[in-house]
């Protein structure tokens, strides 16, 4: 499972979109994004911890659990496209560690890590699989992944209602937020066309970790996973 060669052509979006990546997903999230990070983050990043945000964008999960901790973290943003990262700087009193790569080639050591967060990115792993296993590679003993992402329901009609949602109203709102680069937005669809349902997601999560919480917002179109090493 993951994007496989799909991922080229959503990398290239990503890119194209930075000029208006944060406001249309506040936009397209309902005014939810925010809150589901810090539901996703809260008493799972503690001060002195070592942070991982991977498939940072802007660093918008670092933020959050940088206010929820008194900024006692340290954190390390890691993202494909070196213009998103370029782009982080302004948004921090104190320039973060970065670092360029993708989920499935992590390059840093086991154990490095007290928790790794992936705030809307695990889904645009080009595979899912082989992101989880390195996420677990570089985590601790007792190690937590954060994931806040689209969800896709179990349920036929909440699912239905999910997809009628992206592929309908989420263009109509990223166009009115980000103008012709919010029209762009519409490959999200393609990347929750290929995500899994959430019971099998946390089937292959529970594949390497030892337990999980997983919580749901928007009729299961939203999760908060917290994996424990």
């Given at each position: 499972m993951g994007l496989g060669s799909y991922w080229g052509e959503v990398i290239q979006v990503l890119q194209e979109i930075i000029p208006v990546y944060d406001k249309v997903n506040s936009i397209i999230s309902l005014g939810k994004d925010k809150k589901h990070r810090i539901r996703g983050i809260s008493q799972r990043v503690h001060p002195g911890?070592?942070?991982?945000?991977?498939?940072?964008?802007?660093?918008?999960?670092?933020?959050?659990?940088?206010?929820?901790?008194?900024?006692?973290?340290?954190?390390?943003?890691?993202?494909?496209?070196?213009?998103?990262?370029?782009?982080?700087?302004?948004?921090?009193?104190?320039?973060?560690?970065?670092?360029?790569?993708?989920?499935?080639?992590?390059?840093?050591?086991?154990?490095?890590?007290?928790?790794?967060?992936?705030?809307?990115?695990?889904?645009?792993?080009?595979?899912?699989?082989?992101?989880?296993?390195?996420?677990?590679?570089?985590?601790?003993?007792?190690?937590?992944?954060?994931?806040?992402?689209?969800?896709?329901?179990?349920?036929?009609?909440?699912?239905?209602?999910?997809?009628?949602?992206?592929?309908?109203?989420l263009p109509i709102l990223a166009f009115i937020a980000g103008g012709r680069l919010g029209l762009k937005f519409g490959t999200l669809y393609g990347t929750y066309k290929r995500w899994p349902r959430n019971k099998r997601l946390e089937e292959l999560i529970l594949a390497k970790f030892s337990r999980i919480e997983f919580e749901k917002d928007l009729m299961g179109g939203a999760i908060m996973v917290a994996a424990y090493k």
């Open positions: 911890d070592n942070i991982l945000d991977a498939g940072s964008g802007f660093g918008n999960m670092s933020k959050t659990a940088l206010e929820l901790t008194d900024n006692k973290i340290s954190i390390t943003l890691y993202d494909p496209l070196v213009p998103m990262l370029k782009n982080t700087s302004i948004f921090f009193e104190e320039a973060p560690n970065m670092a360029n790569g993708v989920f499935e080639h992590i390059p840093f050591r086991d154990g490095k890590f007290d928790a790794v967060l992936c705030g809307y990115s695990l889904r645009d792993a080009i595979s899912l699989r082989i992101a989880i296993s390195e996420i677990h590679r570089v985590l601790k003993k007792d190690g937590r992944l954060v994931i806040v992402d689209l969800g896709k329901p179990d349920e036929l009609i909440l699912r239905a209602g999910v997809s009628f949602y992206l592929r309908c109203i």
